[in-house]
């Protein structure tokens, strides 16, 4: 992301006594090199150039985004008898302010020569990580806005924990997280000099999960027991009243029985759930529902382990996630 907010002003009065506006408008070559204080040159740098009111502001935009790419030179032609501003600009670089005048009476009025040069920031390395509730590290599907509250200057970065973020010492920054599934987060920091340990940020899940209470299935049967249903009526409401809202139904099986059977009853029952939501007006597009077997047990009745009846039940449970998509 470009830097737009650190740049370098010049003020061109290209004016000149010799030309009548009746003989038609003079112009006036611009050219020059963009330098590091070594004098190297400096690549992809930018630039923008915009005609300055005789009170000093900017009027118009005259070209936008010019990208000096080779061997950072630039040249261009301006009008005779205006002010222009050229705001030169590189990421990560800081450059001074200067002024320059063209005399009227100048014999070399017709070219301006102009080296330019840019200062890198002293910046440090910061790291962040960004994690669920759950402490699960989201880093590389979050995205961050950064703003330099001195400058101004605004960054949009994709994160990942293992690459750091360039940014200015002793800086307030605002930084606002966000993430597909989770819930923006807002925060301002100042980055310290001498402590460079990674900055934790904990994002909080935009969907609500919950395990229903009732489960409406007889011993190795699917449909559903109507008579249980009321906590799936409590659930069509609050769908029917939040029409952006989507729902995650999963079911999950007890270990008695074979595994790929305890999968496929877990598939038929999450199916029936889905096919009485749609009947009561959920549209089949805001519905997902799947089983899982036993491949999440909830206590230590695996395979082979004896339990009680009561043991066993706990595995057997409908789990609902109510998410925005």
């Known amino acids: 992301m470009i830097d737009r907010n650190i740049f370098l002003v010049f003020f061109f009065l290209l004016t000149s006594n010799h030309f009548s506006p009746l003989l038609g408008q003079q112009r006036v070559k611009v050219k020059g090199a963009i330098l590091t204080a070594q004098n190297k040159s400096l690549r992809k740098v930018e630039l923008d150039i915009f005609k300055v009111s005789e ?48 005399p009227s009476s100048s014999s070399t009025d017709d070219q301006v020569m102009l080296n330019v040069f840019l200062e890198p920031k002293n910046l440090i390395k910061q790291h962040f990580i960004i994690k669920s ?25 994709k994160l990942d924990s293992l690459n750091p973020i360039l ?10 997280f966000s993430h597909s599934s989770h819930s923006s987060k ?18 909080k899940s935009r969907s609500e999960k919950l395990r229903l209470k ?3 299935f007889a011993v190795n049967k699917w449909e559903l027991q109507l008579d249980r249903v009321y906590e799936l009526t409590k659930l069509i ?30 598939t038929k029952r999450a199916e029936a759930v889905s096919s009485y939501l749609i009947k009561k007006g959920i549209t089949a597009n805001r519905i997902i529902a799947f089983g899982k077997g036993e491949q999440e047990l909830v206590n230590e009745c695996s395979n082979g382990i004896r339990c009680s009846n009561e043991k066993h039940k706990e595995n057997q449970r409908i789990e609902i996630e109510l998410f925005l998509p």
């Not at 940014?167 to 606002?176: G, H, Q, R, V």
């Not at 989507?246 to 999968?263: F, K, S, W």
């Open 55 to 102: 009170d000093q502001k900017l009027e118009f935009q005259i070209h936008k985004q010019i990208k000096l790419l080779k061997n950072s030179m630039f040249e261009f032609s301006l009008d005779k008898g205006c002010t222009y501003a050229f705001r030169f600009y590189k990421n990560q670089y800081y450059t001074t302010p200067s002024i320059i005048y063209l």
């Open 133 to 157: 509730e759950e402490g699960q590290d989201i880093s590389k599907e979050t995205t961050v806005r950064v703003l330099n509250k001195i400058s101004n200057e605004k960054l949009y970065l």
């Open 167 to 176: 940014l200015e010492p002793a800086i307030d920054y605002e930084f606002e």
């Open 186 to 203: 807002k925060t301002e920091l100042k980055i310290s000099e001498d402590d460079n340990t990674p900055i934790e940020v904990s994002l």
């Open 214 to 216: 009732e489960f409406f």
């Open 237 to 266: 409401d609050q769908l029917l009243e939040n029409p952006s809202l989507n729902v995650q139904i999963v079911c999950h099986e007890d270990a008695r029985g074979d595994d790929d059977y305890n999968l496929w009853l877990s």
